[in-house]
């Protein structure tokens, strides 16, 4: 992608933008709904300024919002805008209903709200669209140089001349063997006809994309790149075998390549969805499960003998294991810790099959969040056999115990649910898996909670459709 410097600028700009917006957003409420600048108190204005500012900073900062990747696509960039003013729209709405801190009408935050859609909105297209005027223009342009004609080197190519927010010129491409290298369009000249060429034309930045084998090379042109005030921005050689997202970290002031991105390896990010699970899962079982489960359980004693709880060992967090709690849905039998359920088990009860079907049977794992377990959100767990059976024929199989196991996950709203005796859906769910763990944020985990009601109520309401990053 293009270079952080060009991408930090271009966050700042939007989050100051978005930020000055949500604000402007306040006032123009204020003036439609009261005619003056606050429809608050006075003493009351300040307070709501600071926490719907806040809680932009922080639903934005967790989303794809302000990533350069997406900066190229406007749609995509307004799509995550619409969702975060969903998201902050709800979680505002929350506050004001438990607390009594501020006086309005619902009247006020509605049209609040279709103001901040509406202007921030019109406002970030505003900025995009003239971001990418400016530079068509000509304006903050940076002239840039390929060095090596390879795939690679024809890759980079492509990306900087797809799209002008990148700001970059393209002014040519230079490899020693024009003849055998896989670059698509015409090499401009040699690696040694380059240092005259970047004197003569103000090359700004030469990306290196040559192989491992041409180090003391590389080694001279970045010589030469800093001797003449040309950044220089090396394509490392393992791209070539590769391509997964990967997170470059160092140990003392030697570079290690970590081929898997956490972003839940941070503690700011563990306490956050932690505190999330605790609070919601607290709710939720003293409001749902403390007078459901004891109806549950005359119903499951009356439908079947056996208990009421099926406690089996699972794989979580770390490849290791613990106690997962679901209520009982088939009659008592030797191959439930090793046999899967199928559609049409003779050994599913008939109250079973209704639990099964609308997942009431996995409630009880709540309990399992508030222990520390398992989350709200993450790969669902498996049984014990079947992570030995998957993680022999699957690749990255073990990659989803770096989280957490979840009560739902991104592989179940795009589709990859149920059994796991299918090797191809497996290999989906993984993927999916690996998705959420390297792209996890607040954001991500908020949508896939809501996808998943709405699924269960696809036939009162249209299901959500979420592009699915991983289906190109």
């Not at 990148?166 to 002014?171: A, C, E, I, R, V």
């Not at 956490?262 to 505190?275: D, G, I, T, V």
């Not at 497996?426 to 709405?454: A, C, P």
Request: glycine fraction near 6%; include cysteine.
């Amino acid at each position: 992608m293009a270079g952080n410097h060009y991408s930090n600028k271009v966050k700042i700009i939007l989050q100051s933008s978005d930020l000055f917006l949500l604000n402007v957003a306040f006032f123009v409420a204020s003036v439609f709904t009261t005619q003056t600048l606050s429809f608050l108190r006075n003493d009351q204005t300040f307070t709501f300024l600071v926490m719907i500012n806040l809680i932009w900073y922080v639903l934005a900062t967790n989303s794809n919002l302000y990533k350069i990747d997406l900066l190229v696509r406007i749609d995509k960039n307004i799509y995550w805008t619409v969702f975060t003013v969903i998201i902050h729209y709800l979680i505002v709405s929350v506050i004001l209903y438990f607390t009594s801190i501020f006086k309005y009408s619902h009247y006020q935050i509605l049209i609040f709200y279709f103001s901040v859609f509406y202007i921030i909105i019109a406002g970030k297209i505003a900025l995009l669209v003239g971001l990418k005027y400016l530079r068509r223009k000509g304006y903050d342009i940076r002239n840039v140089v390929i060095l090596g004609g390879g795939k690679v080197g024809d890759e980079i190519k492509n990306l900087i001349t797809a799209d002008f927010s990148f700001g970059y010129k393209y002014l040519g491409t230079f490899d020693d063997t024009p003849n055998v290298c896989q670059f698509k369009s015409a090499i401009t000249g040699t690696l040694n006809d380059f240092k005259t060429f970047a004197l003569e034309n103000k090359v700004d930045v030469a990306f290196i994309a040559l192989p491992e084998d041409d180090l003391s090379q590389v080694n001279d042109l970045m010589l030469f790149c800093d001797d003449n005030a040309i950044r220089t921005k090396v394509v490392p050689d393992f791209i070539r075998y590769i391509r997964n997202r990967i997170k470059l970290d160092y140990y003392g002031s030697i570079p290690i390549i970590l081929l898997h991105e956490e972003p839940l390896q941070s503690y700011r990010n563990r306490f956050l969805k932690r505190s999330l699970d605790l609070v919601f899962s607290f709710f939720f079982t003293v409001f749902v499960l403390s007078w459901l489960i004891p109806v549950l359980a005359i119903l499951i004693k009356l439908d079947s003998k056996g208990p009421v709880f099926f406690i089996q060992r699972r794989t979580g967090l770390n490849n290791k294991e613990f106690n997962i709690i679901k209520l009982r849905t088939m009659h008592e039998n030797a191959d439930a810790d090793t046999k899967q359920a199928i559609k049409g088990d003779p050994r599913i009860t008939k109250l079973g099959a209704f639990l099964r079907a609308n997942n009431i049977d996995e409630f009880p794992q709540f309990l399992n969040v508030l222990m520390g377990h398992m989350s709200i959100i993450g790969p669902r767990p498996h049984m014990l056999q079947e992570t030995i059976q998957y993680s022999k024929i699957t690749d990255s199989y073990l990659v989803r115990h770096f989280v957490k196991p979840g009560l739902t996950g991104w592989a179940q709203v795009n589709g990859f649910h149920g059994d796991t005796l299918n090797p191809t859906i497996m290999r989906g769910r993984v993927k999916h898996d690996v998705y959420y763990i390297e792209n996890w944020s607040v954001v991500l985990d908020i949508q896939i909670f809501f996808k998943t009601i709405y699924d269960k109520f696809k036939g009162l309401f249209e299901t959500i459709k979420i592009k699915d990053p991983l289906i190109k």
